[in-house]
């Protein structure tokens, strides 16, 4: 009897103790309000992590002809939600082409997208970072952001299945508004 009453004053010891901890659990997913920043790796959830190491930008084939550019600089890779330096004379021609080209007085739409890993609340915000991030560089070459729209699909179309299939789902589309 008096080791029945030792051990379970050892468990509820136990548990009191498991309570009062000062410990902080960290949130697995990241809701749309918070948005992630640019810096920020995405956050581990239950379906995987998306660590957002390649993408693409992806011009539609009506832009991509009215403005100029060339198979090889219609995609180009950015990390997370950075565009690399090596792409901003694509990003030079695009506001050039919608503020003084063929495609004066129109809108650039940018949609951004995320592969399926993620939670969808963090994918929808993803996405949306990554349209802001490349509407911020196309505002800096020149084109009036009233003249940008942004939005972001998330993981609503991807159809990846593994990483080279994720890649393509993790991207921006560029296109042309009314």
């Not at 991509?64 to 950075?82: H, K, L, P, Q």
């Not at 690399?84 to 695009?94: F, G, M, S």
């Not at 970072?129 to 942004?150: F, M, P, Q, Y």
């Amino acid at each position: 009897m008096k080791t029945t009453s030792i051990i379970a004053t050892v468990v509820i010891a136990t548990a009191v103790m498991g309570c009062g901890s000062n410990a902080v659990s960290t949130p697995k997913t990241q809701t749309a309000s918070s948005g992630p920043t640019t810096s920020e790796q995405p956050m581990k959830t239950s379906k995987s992590e998306d660590k957002g190491t390649s993408g693409m930008i992806s011009i539609s084939d009506d832009v991509r002809r009215a403005c100029g550019i060339s198979d090889n600089e219609a995609y180009f890779a950015f990390d997370s939600a950075n565009v690399r330096p090596n792409d901003h004379q694509t990003i030079d021609k695009l506001a050039k082409c919608f503020s003084t080209g063929p495609l004066k007085g129109r809108r650039m739409q940018l949609v951004g997208h995320a592969d399926p890993r993620g939670d969808d609340n963090y994918n929808l915000a993803l996405g949306g970072s990554r349209a802001d991030s490349v509407k911020k560089l196309i505002v800096n070459e020149g084109l009036e952001s009233s003249k940008v729209v942004t939005s972001s699909r998330g993981e609503m179309d991807a159809t990846g299945m593994d990483e080279a299939t994720w890649a393509k789902d993790r991207r921006v589309d560029i296109l042309a508004g009314g």
